[in-house]
């Protein structure tokens, strides 16, 4: 779909391998924190409706001033509808295959378990015996390796979860702690059909940031790629309370509650009140830097990655500086395309809408 005169206005929508001339629009939404990225295209063709859609490989494109790279998205369609003049087509990324009630449960019990495994490990047998085959790769897992802290499962055990969940869940108890004033996280995408593991990138780091493809990040200004900005001043949580097994209780607190209340409870498998102290420090610490809801629109720098740190040259002194990439959506229509990256806060799950579960073992 070619949408202006110039080379960053081109993209191009392929359903199983062959590229759809036909598509009307396309949107993007990369929601960040470890959420499934979607793509939603309308195809002005009601013929494409006899076609073999479901599950069908879906690569979408940008060119940005440049030879056709990596694909901005890759995905499978999961949910196809039809009306008399178009066909709308919606594809999740690969997890899709190891998430939600679809995916192949697990059950991890006494007699069979992962013990003896690290998360990386598991998730990457887990791909290998029952996602990939010998004749296709649905996700990449070349880019996997272990790291430290390492993670054991040693005792995990669940009645049946979907693979992605057991991950997600094995990796909140990833944290580099290094700087108790900043623990880092670690955080995972998809970098076209790639599995990426992450560490978040500290924002006061004066280091040359990168992001998950290899490039750096990104200076914006109104004069160089910043069309629009808005931005909502946030309290970040100043209190957590982490409850543990056989009574064990500890808290933490930090700021100033002058400028108002807000917490957070978490659950923990630790009984000794010092480390569950500890794991509400890392609760709160996380997360406390990142006091602003920012979205930015912008005319360069499509394929940011998310968690790259990205550089506001504004005159606002408020937002002038380094911000983390949280969240992403691309439209691609008849009048161009259009990129917007949410900055600092991250969007709300399910999950923190109630109690938190950290584990550490």
Known sequence: MTTGRNTYSISKLYLAGKEILEVANVSINVPGDNQISSLNATIADPDYRNSHLFNAKVEFYINEGGAQGLPT????????????????????????????????????TDKNNYDGYTPIQFITEIITERINTTTETKIDISALSDFSPEISMKGYRTSGDAPYSIFLALMERAVDDDKPEEPLPFFVDMLGDKLIVGKRKSINSGEAEQSTSGS?????????????????????PIRAVAIGGDDGWGEFQYGNI?????????????????????????????????????????????????ENIIYLDVPDRVLRGKHRVTSKTITSNAAGVQCSIGLDKREPRLGDFVKRKITRK
């Open 73 to 108: 998205f890759v995905g499978y369609v999961k949910e196809v509808s039809t009306d008399d003049t178009s066909v709308s087509i919606t594809a999740y990324d690969p997890r899709i295959f190891i998430s939600g009630e679809d995916a192949y449960p697990v059950a991890i």
């Open 258 to 306: 002058a400028s108002g209340i807000s917490g957070r409870t978490i659950g923990g498998d630790a009984e000794n009140n010092a480390e569950l102290s500890d794991l509400a420090r890392i609760e709160i610490m996380k997360d406390y830097n990142e006091t602003k809801e920012i979205r930015a629109q912008i005319s360069r720098g499509y394929h940011v990655g998310l």
């Open 216 to 236: 750096r990040a990104y200076s914006l200004s109104f004069n160089d790629g910043l069309m629009t900005l808005n931005y909502t001043n946030i309290n970040p």
